[in-house]
């Protein structure tokens, strides 16, 4: 196995590598988890999951299984996408025996595969647990495979950036005689926030998907 961590954007994974990520045995996404939530809505990774459920050819009855499914962005094949079932419903939390579980199934199953790069991020850290005991686990899990495992942790922005956007929001909304202030009606105050978290927020994957999706909507003015 060759293992290393790596910071940037996660969906910028070449197409070869097969992305690994958590969902529930009820086929849901965490949705409060920015690449589930876009393997999901965008890349549409768990639509053939739940099809298979759906067709009753997805036997699982507990956690700690893995199932390969394939994305797509615009009905184009993306990434082959690791499912690691490493929790019974959305509600319940990934364990480590469950996580060593799922990862011990992909490595099995993606050795017949023939499958060697696997990208993923911190799994199971947001249901609280550890990871460097995690790590221990991938370690553990792949240390005799011909694995190439890729940590993908996000992008942090530099100190420098960080001091020129304080110093540009100071002077454009604290300053009186800079800023404008204006008042906003908002019909839908959850569509509102998900959309200003995806366009304002860290993560830089949410901005690239929505200008993609939307970018013959724009227009431009040379005036």
Known sequence: MMYKEIE??????????????????????????????????????????????????????????????????????????ANLITKKTIDDCATYETIGQALTSLCKRGTRLGLTDIAMPEIGTEDGLDWEKIKDIIHDVFKDSNFNITVVFPKQKDELEKVYEREKTEETLIDPENRILKQVTVEDVNAANQLFDDLMGTAVTPRKIYIKQHSQEATYNAE
């Not at 409060?32 to 939530?37: G, N």
């Open 8 to 81: 940037e954007d996660f969906f910028d994974a070449p197409r070869y590598m097969t992305l690994a990520c958590e969902v529930s045995a009820d086929c849901i996404y965490n949705k409060t988890d920015t690449i589930t939530r876009v393997l999901d809505e965008v890349y549409h990774a768990g639509d053939e999951l739940r099809k298979m459920k759906a067709n009753r050819n997805l036997k699982w009855n507990k956690e700690g299984m893995c199932v390969f499914t394939q994305s797509y962005f615009n009905q184009t094949p993306q990434w082959n996408v």
